[in-house]
């Protein structure tokens, strides 16, 4: 595809480590429940049959933009949504994600499928990124993202959420073979799906192993960082110029590891101290692109819960400790929650939008 030049660059200029005016914020989560406009579209159907609907999809990714003013759109979808095409039976049925079939043994590992045709199995997914574009024009970036493979086995072997993940720690511990076939199916499924984001127009990606921070050291280094490198080196070796964000909720045991995975960006969560991660950072360069490595984060969604003016000062706390030399994106460390006020989402945005560098 050609690409547009786009009016607000700020956070693409931002993950190629490039000084900007002032840092680009977004919000993960940003298209969701806490928005009465998406409550009001949800309420007419369910999760799912929103997702798959991409005139409603895109019409929801774009709220966000035009109500909060965010310096770059996500597209609206779940990360569990491309295991449907390889075999298992997603629901949202309760609210929360839900495998009604568990992917427990050997023998279902080796059923599940690695989508021929995933630009035609997920072909809502990419036609809701281009309506999306259709609509914004070149206004902002859109950014496409998927669950890494650590995460995604997570729900499949759970079924859903998880506290202790021991089912999937018994799989990986008793039949390690069978739980690196697993990751290697999803990694397949998860470059082929991101690629053909990016052929249908998505400026900028970003992979979520949410949860791969449960695992030792080293084991994240066996079951989780390999197929992180695997999906970065995977598309770039097809779209070199591929901008990747790699997020994990909880990096502080894990981020020697994260750097070597080759993003662009790592987006951190509240738990580590921004100034100490980008002093870290400062010695490394991203393996894929030998670019300084960015940051993104790491405000705790839960300061949304104070008032303006504490929010507006955490705000500033967290930019200061990000430092001035640009190759960094405000945002959450976590997902917003359901229950935050939107003025108050819009202190922290107008918050960094306000600010300048000198
Ligand atoms: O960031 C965005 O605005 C884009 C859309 C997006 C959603 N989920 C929409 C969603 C993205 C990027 C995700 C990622 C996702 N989904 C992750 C990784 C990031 C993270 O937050 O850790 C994970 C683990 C999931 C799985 C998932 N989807 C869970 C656990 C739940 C239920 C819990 C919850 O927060 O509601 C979902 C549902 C979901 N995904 C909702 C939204 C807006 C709420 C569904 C509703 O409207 O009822």
């Not at 295991?83 to 309760?94: I, V």
């Not at 909880?250 to 100490?276: P, T």
Request: glycine share 6%; proline share 5%; with cysteine.
């Amino acid at each position: 595809m050609t690409k547009t030049i786009l009016e607000n660059d700020l956070i693409i200029k931002a993950a190629k480590s490039e000084k900007t005016a002032r840092p680009p914020v977004w919000m993960m989560r940003q298209a969701g429940r806490y928005l009465p406009q998406y409550q009001a579209i949800r309420s007419q159907m369910s999760f799912l049959e929103l997702c798959k609907n991409p005139d409603k999809a895109a019409e929801v990714s774009i709220q966000p933009f035009e109500i909060l003013g965010v310096d770059a759109i996500i597209m609206f979808s779940d990360i569990l949504i491309p295991l449907e095409p390889m075999g298992a039976d997603l629901s949202f049925d309760t609210g929360k994600p839900e495998f009604r079939t568990p992917i427990r043994t050997a023998a279902q590992i080796e059923k599940l499928l690695v989508p021929s045709d995933i630009e035609s199995s997920c072909g809502f997914v990419y036609e809701t990124l281009r309506t999306i574009k259709q609509r914004i024009g070149s206004a902002v970036p859109v950014l496409g993202f998927a669950g890494a493979p650590w995460t995604l086995a997570s729900y499949l072997i759970e079924g859903g959420g998880s506290k202790n993940f021991d089912n999937i720690k018994a799989l990986m511990y008793r039949e390690p073979e069978a739980m690196h076939l697993l990751l290697e199916k999803l990694s397949e499924t998860i470059i082929e799906y991101l690629c053909v984001k990016l052929k249908h127009g998505a400026d900028m990606l970003q992979l979520f192993d949410t949860w791969a921070s449960v695992l030792s050291a080293d084991d994240y280094r066996q079951f989780a960082l390999p197929y992180q490198q695997k999906i970065i080196s995977g598309i770039k070796a097809r779209y070199p110029d591929a901008l990747i964000t790699l997020y994990v909720n909880g990096v502080s045991s894990v981020i020697d590891y994260m750097v070597e995975s080759g993003a662009d960006v790592l987006s951190i969560d509240w738990r580590s101290n921004l100034r100490e991660i980008r002093e870290y950072l400062g010695s490394y360069k991203s393996s894929s692109t030998s670019r300084s490595i960015a940051v993104q984060g790491n405000f705790d969604p839960c300061y949304l819960f104070g008032d303006k003016n504490f929010i507006e000062r955490r705000t500033l706390q967290m930019l200061g400790e990000a430092g001035t030399q640009g190759g960094y994106i405000a945002n959450l460390g976590h997902g917003i929650l359901p229950n935050i006020d939107p003025e108050h989402a819009k202190v922290f945005i107008n918050t960094v939008k306000n600010f300048r560098y000198h």
